[in-house]
């Protein structure tokens, strides 16, 4: 399965070739998302659009849970292989499956049975409630499809194979672009549409990497068809993925809040907001994906007990993090406008505008989301995820009380909402550095790999 141990070899081609994959396959995710705005947008116009960007948040935040057990459970699947602990990660993939399968269903029919109530919690307009619920209903039945995915390619890439998941997302996106045409172009089947092209082509991807890897993993299989949960291996999946969970929800429930908030201002904000979250998400998607990859390599070395590699690993990081986010802000800021045009009709001057100074005041801060990523991959890999919650909270915490308080000044508006979200990202990486700096020794060894080596061994 082209499995690969990151534990040898030079430091920083092993990162960058492991994260590779990684990246390409999350632009390809983020095309999902973009094939349906670009879709909506210039078929259906701007109400269709607020509505499928007020959908996308709430779909993000639900199935937040899911993506954080899977990350969890990706950090537990490294550590086994890092210390080859073959029985361990039998027992672990058990237990991950298991506790994924119930959360999965719980979500698709609390969310299914919930949709008039979370429109209204949402501040939906009228005026658009309906195609946002014809939208919610359809996209809510692909939660299965991204539990599976994400399951079976948290696997792979924990045991180093970053390049099968990928194959599967560029199939399923393939098709996405294909069905988003044929049901919303051709067919005229609305929002509805849209959100149809999108779950049919998740399970595509879903079936299709959870076959390949039990076909060819016997791991895997052995351990699904011998199905039996271990409690010490539950409970090692609890204690990385729970609170990696509470991480994940507590930080796309925030941003939930500020889509509650922004809707109350009107689906010209709305629509704006729709497109430039788009961009923006794609734009800073790769430092994204590069940290989760960085996590597995700091994870698998941990367990190997290799102190030196995971210091090298975070200076590198650091260094590649930090060089795309400044090359990525400079760009943005001067092609934020033709990149709204993508998404919205050129006489939709208003929507143009509202997005482009969103971009505008988030865009020249992507360093501080650069460095955030970075601490959350690193403390869930060297087993502190409660870190990475505490960081989330801070973050989101400040980015939604100041996004409710200066919003609500006259003068400001709704500028105060785009100006809380990086200064969240700051006052985050603040006390994730403070926490490292104090606690370097018991993270990741800092001052006896120090005394050795005077700058990391590539």
Not at 59 to 66: D, K, Q
């Amino acid at each position: 399965m082209n499995q690969k141990d990151l534990t040898k070899g030079a430091v920083y081609p092993t990162m960058c070739l492991f994260a590779l994959p990684m990246i390409v396959g999350n632009i390809l995710q983020q095309g999902y998302n973009v094939v349906d705005t670009w879709v909506v947008g210039h078929y259906a116009g701007s109400d269709a659009l607020a509505a499928v960007g007020s959908a996308f948040a709430l779909m993000t935040f639900l199935t937040s849970a899911l993506l954080g057990l899977c990350m969890g459970s990706g950090v537990v699947f490294s550590l086994c292989f890092g210390r080859q602990d073959a029985s361990g990660l039998r027992e672990s993939i058990c237990a991950s499956f298991f506790l994924l399968s119930v959360i999965a269903a719980i979500l698709t029919a609390v969310s299914l049975l919930g949709v008039d109530a979370l429109i209204r919690w949402m501040n939906i307009p009228h005026e658009i409630q309906t195609m946002t619920k014809d939208y919610m209903v359809l996209i809510f039945c692909g939660i299965p499809a991204v539990a599976v995915y994400n399951y079976f390619g948290a696997y792979l890439k924990a045991l180093g194979n970053s390049v099968v998941p990928l194959i599967f997302l560029g199939i399923s996106t393939i098709f996405n672009i294909g069905l988003d045409i044929l049901f919303f172009a051709v067919f005229e089947m609305g929002t509805a549409g849209a959100a149809a092209a999108t779950i049919l082509s998740q399970y595509i991807s879903g079936i299709g990497i959870g076959i390949y890897v039990l076909v060819k993993n016997k791991k895997m299989r052995h351990a699904l068809f011998r199905f039996q949960v271990k409690l010490s291996s539950f409970l090692e999946i609890a204690r990385y993925s729970v609170l990696t969970c509470l991480q994940q929800s507590v930080m796309n429930f925030g941003i939930l809040l500020v889509q509650g908030l922004v809707n109350s201002f009107g689906t010209t904000v709305m629509a704006g907001f729709a497109a430039a979250v788009k961009i923006d998400s794609f734009t800073y998607m790769p430092v994204q994906e590069y940290a989760n990859a960085f996590s597995t390599f700091i994870a698998q070395n941990a367990g190997a007990k290799k102190k030196e590699r995971i210091w090298a690993g975070i200076r590198y990081a650091v260094l590649t993090s930090f060089s795309y986010c400044i090359a990525a802000s400079v760009l943005l800021w001067f092609l934020a406008e033709p990149l709204m045009h993508v998404f919205i009709k050129a006489d939709e001057t208003a929507v143009v505008a509202e997005g482009v100074h969103f971009l505008h005041v988030v865009g020249p801060f992507y360093c501080g989301i650069g460095c955030l990523f970075l601490f959350y991959g690193l403390y869930r890999a060297v087993g502190k995820p409660a870190m990475s919650v505490v960081l989330t909270v801070i973050s989101l915490g400040t980015r939604v009380g100041l996004s409710y308080v200066l919003s609500g000044v006259p003068a400001i508006g709704v500028t105060g909402i785009w100006w809380s979200i990086p200064i969240g990202w700051g006052l985050a990486d603040l006390t994730g550095l403070l926490y490292l700096m104090k606690k370097k020794e018991e993270v990741i060894g800092w001052q006896k790999q120090k005394q050795k080596h005077s700058f990391p061994v590539c």
